[in-house]
């Protein structure tokens, strides 16, 4: 158990919905990252956020977005879903003041599945 | 652009068999880590290697760090059907510890 949580583990939906993700980062982590992990395209970074700012953008479509709460947890918003969205999607955490080495503690993950 | 070419990218053995899998870049990272996903699972990290030529053993598995800094090898002996998994290999580039490089993987079947 890696302490990351994301919920929910499953989601089934249809072209053109929109679906939110979520994140509890490990008990202290400072910073989320979301990941999205496909077949042909591997485990691809979509965002960093930090206490609560934007750290880092990777490849996040304009129709995804994300934030992080004062509490920590995150969100990940997927609107205008196409076919192509259906993934896993991963939740990762660290506190960058304790690594100087970047690694990150990944949750079981959301699988999307946009019919 | 930094990339991670991992190879071969998918491996089929007999348990007890020994195995090498391969991580390549043409760019030179701080630090590199190495992780095992498992089906359903997200990854979860094995270990950083951070100096170049540097070897580390955990159990049955050696990671080594290529001297430039650019590659990494992890070996695993007498492979047991509980090594089956995804091995992904991660870049971390300068002080950039948020964005690391992930390589696609190789995804690995131990048969009994």
């Known amino acids: 158990d890696s302490g990351v949580t994301q919920t929910p583990k499953h989601l089934i939906t249809a072209t053109g919905q929109r679906v939110t993700l979520r994140c509890s980062p490990r008990?202290?982590?400072?910073?989320v990252y979301w990941y999205q992990q496909s077949l042909d395209q591997g485990l691809q970074f979509l965002i960093q956020?930090?206490?609560?700012?934007?750290?880092a953008k990777g490849n996040i479509l304009e129709r995804f977005s994300a934030q992080q709460f004062p509490d920590l947890h995150s969100e990940l918003n997927l609107s205008s879903l196409e076919l192509g969205d259906s993934a896993l999607y991963f939740c990762?955490?660290?506190?960058?003041?304790?690594?100087?080495?970047?690694?990150?503690?990944f949750g079981e993950g959301s699988r999307l599945t946009v019919l | 652009t930094q990339l991670l070419e991992q190879s071969p990218q998918f491996l089929s053995i007999q348990e007890g068999e020994n195995l090498t899998v391969y991580c390549n870049s043409s760019?030179?990272?701080?630090?590199l880590q190495w992780y095992r996903q498992e089906p359903g699972e997200g990854p979860v990290l094995l270990v950083t290697?951070?100096?170049?030529?540097e070897v580390k053993k955990l159990k049955r598995l050696t990671f080594q760090f290529g001297d430039a800094r650019k590659d990494s090898s992890l070996h695993i002996t007498a492979a047991q059907p509980g090594d089956t998994g995804l091995y992904l290999c991660?870049?971390?580039?300068?002080?950039?510890?948020?964005?690391?490089?992930f390589g696609k993987g190789t995804l690995l079947t131990v048969n009994p």
């Open positions: 290697v951070v100096t170049g030529g």
């Open positions: 956020y930090y206490n609560g700012e934007e750290r």
């Open positions: 991660a870049g971390a580039s300068g002080g950039s510890n948020y964005k690391l490089t």
């Open positions: 760019s030179v990272f701080s630090s």
């Open positions: 008990s202290g982590d400072l910073s």
């Open positions: 990762a955490s660290n506190d960058p003041g304790q690594t100087n080495t970047g690694e990150l503690f």
